[in-house]
Structure formats: C-alpha cells, structure tokens
C-alpha cells in the first residue's frame, strides 16, 4: 500500500488533535479573555468572538478566498467597525486562538513517533488564529521536532483544498509528490487539496471517497498498514 512512499503530509484536526473549534452558541468567550486581562464588556467580547469566527467561516468555503484567506485581525476590524488599541487586539486574538485550539492525545503523540521511523512527517495545516498556540502545542506533546516541513494557513493565506500548500511543503522537503501521501479527515479540503497537487491521499476518522488512496478508522491504524 505505501511501497514508495517515503513521505506523510499530515492534516491536524481530527488527524492527530481533537477537541478543537469551539465556538458554539454556548461558549462564553469573556471567561479566558479576563484570565488574561481583557477589558471590555462581556456582551462585546463575545458578539466580536463569535462575528470575526462567521466573517471566516462563510469566507472558508467560498474558492476565491483559497489563495488569500483574511487574517484574524482583519477579521476583527471587519466586523467591530471601532478603533481597538493595540493590546486589546492581541487579547481578542489570544482568546479566539484558546477556542481554537485542539489538543493532541498520548496516543497520538506515540503514533507519530512510531510513523517518524518509517517515513519524513510534514504538516498541512488550515487555522485561522497566528500559529504560536499550536506551537505551543506541538512542544507541550512533545512532537515538534518529527515535523521536518510545516504550513500554516495563517501564515500565508493559502487553505485547502488549494493545492499551493501541499507544493509548499514538497518543496520544502524536496522531493515530488509521487513519494508523499496526504493523510487528513476531509475528502473537500484534504484529499480535495492532494489530487489537486497530484498527490495519493488517505482519508482517516471515518471519511470516505472513491478517489481516496485507502480509508481507515484514525490515523493509530496507520502505524501497522506497510
């Protein structure tokens, strides 16, 4: 199944972390944002929390956003329509970042250690908070450096299924697509992005496609497919 591949382009949510988005009509988004100091009025923090993640979600899907994806911040000043200093903004965008951000399992930080053995591991990754949270989360599990490439939505703008992520990252591994499988959850944006870089796929979490090189129940399944 995987003869000649030597490399593994990993999506993240539902991949190998969990427990991510959580932005439902629920979440009181006031609470983390006065642990670390906001000030303004709970109502607001959650009208901007939830207005800034509906500008990005509607946007998410549209193609003609693939290439150029807003930024958090300029979602933020999108939807306020007011003048924020400086710290206040780094606040929203801190708060919005803990809601997004997933954790990763054990397990999961066991699995990909025992897939490094086998193959270069690399990172195809959409979010639309700045990437220092999921750092964060990188180290925390331990994982970090199995990673020998990496691409952050929110780092240039370009969310699957564009193909440009996935070049950007066989670029930075050097090597072609014909030797890298993508391994993520979404048959849109990851198996989409994949075929549209050329690349083999393989659908975890449940997902399934004809198009898709295999699917399996998660990625623990992986480490004993050869």
């Known amino acids: 199944m995987l003869t000649g591949k030597t490399a593994l382009l990993l999506d993240m949510n539902g991949t190998f972390m969990f427990g991510e988005d959580r932005f439902g009509d629920s979440e009181d988004f006031s609470a983390h944002y006065y642990k670390i100091g906001g000030k303004l009025p709970q109502s607001e923090i959650?009208?901007?929390?939830?207005?800034?993640?509906?500008?990005?979600?509607?946007?998410?899907?549209?193609?003609?956003?693939r290439q150029n994806f807003p930024s958090l911040e300029s979602a933020i000043f999108e939807v306020t329509g007011i003048t924020l200093d400086r710290d206040e903004i780094n606040k929203i965008?801190?708060?919005?970042?803990?809601?997004?951000?997933?954790?990763?399992?054990?397990?999961?930080?066991?699995?990909?250690?025992?897939?490094?053995?086998?193959?270069?591991?690399?990172?195809?990754?959409?979010?639309?908070?700045?990437?220092?949270?999921?750092?964060?989360?990188?180290?925390?599990?331990?994982?970090?450096?199995?990673?020998?490439?990496?691409?952050?939505?929110?780092d240039h703008g370009m969310v699957k299924p564009s193909p440009k992520p996935f070049e950007l990252v066989l670029n930075q591994l050097g090597i072609d697509a014909s030797n890298a499988v993508v391994v993520g959850d979404s048959p849109r944006r990851d198996l989409g992005g994949a075929k549209n870089a050329g690349i083999d796929c393989i659908l975890v979490g449940g997902a399934e496609h004809p198009n898709a090189m295999w699917s399996i129940s998660n990625l623990l399944e992986l480490c004993h497919v050869h």
């Open 46 to 65: 959650n009208k901007i929390v939830r207005d800034a993640y509906q500008y990005l979600d509607v946007r998410y899907t549209d193609e003609n956003y």
């Open 93 to 154: 965008i801190a708060t919005f970042a803990f809601h997004e951000l997933g954790y990763i399992p054990k397990e999961y930080a066991a699995a990909l250690y025992k897939l490094r053995l086998r193959f270069t591991l690399a990172v195809v990754i959409d979010i639309w908070a700045p990437k220092a949270a999921w750092l964060n989360e990188f180290k925390r599990a331990g994982i970090s450096h199995l990673f020998s490439a990496f691409s952050f939505s929110s």
